[in-house]
């Protein structure tokens, strides 16, 4: 089926076709037969690369071009909504029949709005949490979505992600019963049956479009599961991942090298430039000097950083949840650019951004993670990792690897997961610490007025689809009991209301039982308020997590310091003797409040890595969550009339934003004006916007850090006379320090 003969609009087809896409692939092909483009629901399984964002393009197509209509398009992860946003605007050329521009829009931050503004938009692009957050503020405009795009259903399984995606699903299912439900997932088992639960039809497709061809790598050995044994020798690179990737470098392709852990991942990284340092052209070296060098200007320079750009150097890196964002995002622009040949990464990078390499190797088919040990992967995840070897467009053939020590293991590998199927999809919905929040939810948004109502709305997941109402019933009745007591909700007669409280809460889009740690803070009296306390009461909540388990050498410390501490603290110290483990949490909330703390004492990030061994990447996420838990706090200070915080508590969110002492704060809220760049000006005698108003350009380009891009940049947010001579004078340079950290995951 060719682009051209397609039931859409002809502007459409030429920007598809832009993309060099002139025939559909198979699986799209029966996406469209099965009445894709005729409002049917459909669950469509296939593998990676198969190519089912364009069957997802063309039902947004029909929706907004022919029909008016309104798109939502979810993605389990901020780092994805953003890839569909780049590629979705594309269509923003086309008009509607109303003659009006199409719209795109992404939205994945601030979740305590209803985001009218997108109410004037056709394509509202948005993570799985953020919906559910919008739900929660029932916007108007959401009933006029006619087409739901749920991309990676299949995260339904996760644990942490799934539930949020599934009450999503149902609510929208509740709310818009006649809109269009498009469900785009990987290879699973039981397509069929989340299709049931959706009322769609399912398709599933083994279909790819590149061929991969599957192994096990064994002393110099792959064997290939169509029978095929290929030697390759171990007499160049003794360490397996590398003697594969090294084999395939060799052939001008790239290499993904899966790791189980953080600590694995930059040791094989290391030996990978190792090994390609020698092969590498000058050309080739020139090009990755300059992203090194890039990695080094963006954001504040660590001991991470260094490392990056060393390896980057030479043509390797790593890859993880403990790089920041923009390091991520650079590393992965390199690798899809064919500059970098080697990346080796934690399977957090499987779930996440579409990056093919020509071989994907799995050096070890166990995963680890702190708090459950070591563990054999799914099929499903191997099958996801796997899925990222070959490129569409560059190579003819995909390989992927495990690495087996012994005769056993190989065939073990061979068994449990290139011949076996992927698991099926269990929804992990019925347990009370996750339920509570969306329990309250429903009252608070007064989607039910009843108990009975309650019951019928989680009947609908697809939870009870899979078991049965009756157990569901169970947890949401414990739930009920809690949040009642904590007082969330009133009963009068047969009906049921949220609080004040329970409604602030279920729109904050904290856990209920976050809300009930800061209210019990707020309203019972505590000597003394200061940063640590404030800090303390955020990281008693659940919301916080991971949680912060003290090391064995540090608990001497923590304990110190708590003594000298003592009346800051926000809650009280549990019995080391009554209950050893509750006060281990204890000591790590402390250390939390520490970590924060040292943060806007403008620690450097370094040092915080070295002090308390967290890296950027989780620092940032737990200042992220810890700003919004100020907000929440913020707001129920107003509600429970602690009006005497106020003051207090802004100052703390302004300062966890930007990571910086009190002193600084007016010069940080100019544009391109971070900690580092802050405290620069400020040492340098700039402590306030009106000094830097008065100040020469020169005088700021003198100082280290300050470019002229930069010192205009000042400039033109806050006045000030400069002549034009001395704007000619200033050369333009680009290195721009990172001045808010709003954009993880
Ligand atoms: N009919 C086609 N002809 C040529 N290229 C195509 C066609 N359809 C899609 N592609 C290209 O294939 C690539 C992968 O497609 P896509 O991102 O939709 O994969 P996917 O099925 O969503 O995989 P994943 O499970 O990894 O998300 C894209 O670069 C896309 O442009
Ligand atoms: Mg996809």
Redesign the pocket.
């Known amino acids: 089926l060719r682009?051209d003969e397609l039931l859409i609009p002809e502007e459409a087809k030429k920007i598809i076709k832009e993309?060099?896409?002139?025939?559909?692939?198979p699986?799209?092909k029966d996406a469209l037969l099965a009445g894709a483009l005729d409002g049917e629901n459909l669950v469509l399984a296939?593998?990676?690369?198969?190519?089912?964002?364009?069957?997802?393009e063309l039902c947004i197509i029909k929706h907004v071009l022919e029909k008016e209509g309104k798109v939502l398009y979810l993605t389990p992860l901020r780092a994805?909504a953003s890839e569909k946003y780049d590629?979705l605007k594309k269509y923003s050329r086309l008009l509607n029949r109303n003659g009006g521009k199409i719209r795109v829009a992404i939205s994945t931050g601030d979740y305590d709005s209803s985001d009218p503004w997108l109410g004037r938009y056709d394509i509202i692009i948005c993570t799985n949490e953020k919906a559910d957050s919008l739900l929660r503020h029932k916007p108007k405009w959401i009933h006029e979505v006619s087409l739901v795009i749920s991309?990676?259903i299949h995260v339904i399984n996760d644990v942490s992600r799934g539930p949020t995606l599934e009450v999503v699903l149902t609510r929208l299912k509740d709310i818009n019963p006649s809109a269009q439900f498009l469900a785009?997932?990987?290879t699973i088992r039981n397509a069929k049956e989340i299709a049931e639960w959706l009322q769609a039809k399912s398709i599933t497709t083994e279909w790819r479009?590149v061929k991969l061809l599957e192994g096990v790598y064994l002393r110099g050995v792959n064997h290939f599961n169509d029978g095929s044994v290929v030697s390759i020798g171990t007499s160049d690179y003794k360490d397996p991942p590398i003697n594969l990737a090294m084999n395939v470098i060799n052939r001008k392709g790239q290499a993904l090298i899966f790791a189980e852990t953080r600590r694995k991942s930059a040791t094989i990284s290391r030996k990978a430039a190792l090994a390609l340092k020698n092969v590498l052209t000058k050309q080739e070296k020139k090009v990755l000097k300059i992203i090194s060098e890039k990695i080094l200007s963006t954001g504040e320079r660590t001991r991470i950083s260094d490392q990056l750009a060393r390896l980057i150097q030479n043509g390797a890196s790593f890859h993880h949840a403990g790089l920041t964002s923009t390091q991520r995002r650079i590393i992965e622009d390199a690798f899809r650019d064919g500059r970098l040949k080697i990346i080796s990464a934690t399977p957090t990078l499987a779930a996440g951004v579409?990056l093919?390499a020509r071989i994907v190797v799995i050096s070890s088919y166990e995963r680890y993670e702190s708090g459950y040990g070591r563990y054999p992967i799914s099929v499903l995840e191997y099958k996801?990792m796997a899925?990222?070897a070959g490129r569409?467009?560059y190579d003819n053939m995909g390989e992927t690897l495990l690495v087996a020590r012994t005769e056993d293991e190989r065939d073990y590998l061979m068994k449990s997961y290139i011949l076996a199927k992927p698991e099926r999809i269990w929804s992990k919905l019925a347990v009370e610490r996750i339920m509570r929040s969306h329990v309250l939810a429903t009252i608070a948004s007064e989607f039910t007025q009843t108990e009975e109502g309650i019951y019928e709305f989680f009947d609908k997941t697809y939870y009870a689809h899979q078991y049965d109402s009756r157990s569901i019933k169970k947890v949401i009745l414990e739930v009920l009991r809690y949040l009642h007591r904590q007082k969330m909700f009133d009963v009068d007669g047969s009906n049921i209301f949220a609080t004040k409280f329970g409604r602030r809460v279920s729109e904050l889009y904290i856990d209920p039982v976050s809300g009930v740690t800061i209210r019990d803070f707020l309203t019972k009296r505590v000597n003394k308020v200061t940063e640590l306390t404030l800090l303390h009461m955020v990281c008693h909540t659940p919301d916080i997590y991971p949680k912060y388990y003290p090391r064995k050498k540090e608990m001497s410390e923590l304990e110190a310091y708590i003594k000298v501490h003592l009346e800051e603290l926000a809650y009280s110290i549990p019995d080391e003797l009554v209950d050893k483990i509750q006060y281990e949490v204890f000591l790590g909330e402390i250390k939390c409040a520490r970590i924060l703390n040292a943060w806007i004492e403008e620690n450097t990030e370094d040092d915080i890595m070295e002090t308390f061994s967290i890296h950027p990447g989780d620092l940032f996420r737990l200042v992220n969550t810890t700003e919004w838990l100020l907000y929440a706090s913020y707001e129920l200070s107003r509600l429970f009339n602690r009006k005497d915080l106020l003051p207090q508590i802004i100052d703390i969110r302004n300062r966890i934003e930007k990571g910086v002492k009190k002193e600084l704060l007016p010069l940080v809220s100019l544009d391109g004006i971070g900690r580092i760049r802050g405290r620069i000006l400020f040492n340098a005698g700039f402590t306030t916007t009106a000094d830097l108003k008065r100040a020469p350009l020169k005088e700021l380009t003198n100082l280290p850090m300050i470019g002229s891009t930069v010192a205009k940049r000042i400039k033109e947010q806050i006045g000030g006379f400069v002549k034009k001579d001395e704007w000619d004078k200033v050369k333009e340079d680009k290195i721009l320090e990172q001045t808010s950290i709003t954009d993880f995951n």
Not at 19 to 25: A, C, F, G, P
Not at 46 to 56: F, Q, R
Request: no cysteine; glycine share 6%.
């Open positions: 682009i993309s060099s896409i002139q025939k559909l692939y699986p799209q296939s593998p990676t690369a198969s190519g089912k964002t364009l069957v997802a994805l590629e991309d990676e785009l997932s990987a479009p579409n093919p996801q899925g990222r569409p467009k």
